[in-house]
Nanobody
Framework: AQVVESGGGLVQPGGSLKLSCTGT????????IGWFRQVPGKEREGVSC????????RYEDSVKGRFTIARDYAKGTVVLQMNNLRPEDTAVYYC????????????????????WGQGTTVTVSS
């Protein structure tokens, strides 16, 4: 099973990007999906997650109200819509699939995720 991220790029502060997470030989519909990010020299941090069973979402405090995670059932992907981007959002963003079949709620703890993508780079700069 693999997941692939796409949608990263360079954007000005205040701009928007939409990241997508696509699964190969894994159905992202059945598992909790998490988004994480990492800045060089820092630890990876959880950004958001979406539970499989009841589509409950969680967000890290700094992205609440700006980022939205959702499933696109037509495309079989999980998207992270990022609005009002800030320079401090600059990072490599990773999508991850939970180790076990998804439940009612999710957590953005790395230990709960077993399949990771290679990451997509988001740069917010003027």
């Amino acid at each position: 099973a693999q997941v692939v991220e796409s949608g990263g790029g360079l954007v000005q502060p205040g701009g928007s990007l939409k990241l997508s997470c696509t699964g190969t030989r894994v159905s992202v519909d059945r598992y909790d999906i998490g988004w994480f990010r990492q800045v060089p020299g820092k630890e990876r941090e959880g950004v958001s997650c979406l539970s499989a069973a009841e589509h409950n979402a969680r967000y890290e405090d700094s992205v609440k109200g700006r980022f939205t995670i959702a499933r696109d059932y037509a495309k079989g992907t999980v998207v992270l819509q990022m609005n009002n981007l800030r320079p401090e959002d600059t990072a490599v963003y990773y999508c991850a699939v939970s180790k076990f079949i998804g439940g009612r709620d999710c957590n953005i703890f790395e230990s709960e995720y077993g399949t990771w993508g290679q990451g997509t780079t988001v740069t917010v700069s003027s």
